[in-house]
């Protein structure tokens, strides 16, 4: 018997294939029936928001593949649900909660998040590429999630309030606009910046105080040719919570290896610590190591 996540890719799949649209044109064509009652999965009472998502993902995944939107890197579950579970921490107990992802994509990672956090949660979505913030929103409203678009460049100025937590796996790479960089603090006095740099000030201009921002970035951010500009700027207008590695055997490629930064917007008289969290997340099939780890993120956050 298939899944609700079977059934939900298999009736996009269907649709998607036999549709002479392009394959991702078609993922939106086929939920914006399932959402109009036109046609829908059939689908087991009481699915979840989970199913729902991971239905929809493997769809973009296969369509992703076939069009010129491959080079967009999903954010891959295995860490969706690790940022999940550390985000779901940080804001426990708190009514309201919103969110930023400023380099949303199809939505996945916030999706991950908001499917974490549950009840209450909203979200603000930023994204240059206007076929993926097509499928991100109609998959946020079979979600139900609350979340509002802005198709643009988000290092061009942002009409977003600040948020409680921002979250982002940070596209990488030279930012072209040096016309446009030169408002920032981390343009370096020569050549183009960094566009993950210039993402994480324009994340933390876009957090409360107090607030947090969990990010992916490059395992070498510390370490690069432009990194002598960020660790003055992160020491004087955040706190650095938390570094932690993934492991390499998530990324094809060594020079890809990702890492967790964890910031804190500081907050009228806050001290910064200096406790900073350095950890590496270990073998995720190994379920023993990660139950160990998840204590141990949850300490940190307790503390
Ligand atoms: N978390 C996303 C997901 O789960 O689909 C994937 C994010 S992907 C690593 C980075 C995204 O940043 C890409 O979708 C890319 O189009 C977007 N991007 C790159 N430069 C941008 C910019 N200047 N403004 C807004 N989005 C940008």
Known sequence: MQT?????FTFID???ESAETLYLEAVITACEQWLSGEQSPKIEEGVTKEEIRRGIQLAILKGMQQSAQSHHQMTPDSI???IGHIAGKLVEGEPGVTLLDPAAGTGNLLYTVMNTIGK??????VEIDELLVRLSAVTAELLEHPVSFYV?????????????????????????????????RLMPVEGH???????????????KPGGHAIFIVPANLFDSEQSANLQPYLKKETFIRAVIQLP???????SHVKSILIL?????EMKATPEVLLAKVPDMKNKQAMALFFQKIDMWVKE
């Open 248 to 254: 390499d055997s998530l990324f094809k490629n060594a």
């Open 193 to 207: 910046a960094y566009a993950h740099h210039l993402f994480i000030e324009q994340s933390m201009n876009h957090t």
């Open 120 to 125: 209450d949660v909203k979200a603000s979505a």
């Open 4 to 8: 609700n996540t079977e059934k939900i």
């Open 152 to 184: 643009q460049d988000a290092l061009r100025p942002l009409l977003i309030d600040p948020v409680d937590l921002t979250i982002s796996d940070l596209p990488v790479g030279f930012y072209p606009d040096d016309d446009n960089a030169s408002d920032y």
């Open 264 to 268: 804190q917007k500081p907050y009228g």
């Open 80 to 82: 969706g649900m690790l």
């Open 14 to 16: 269907t649709y998607a």
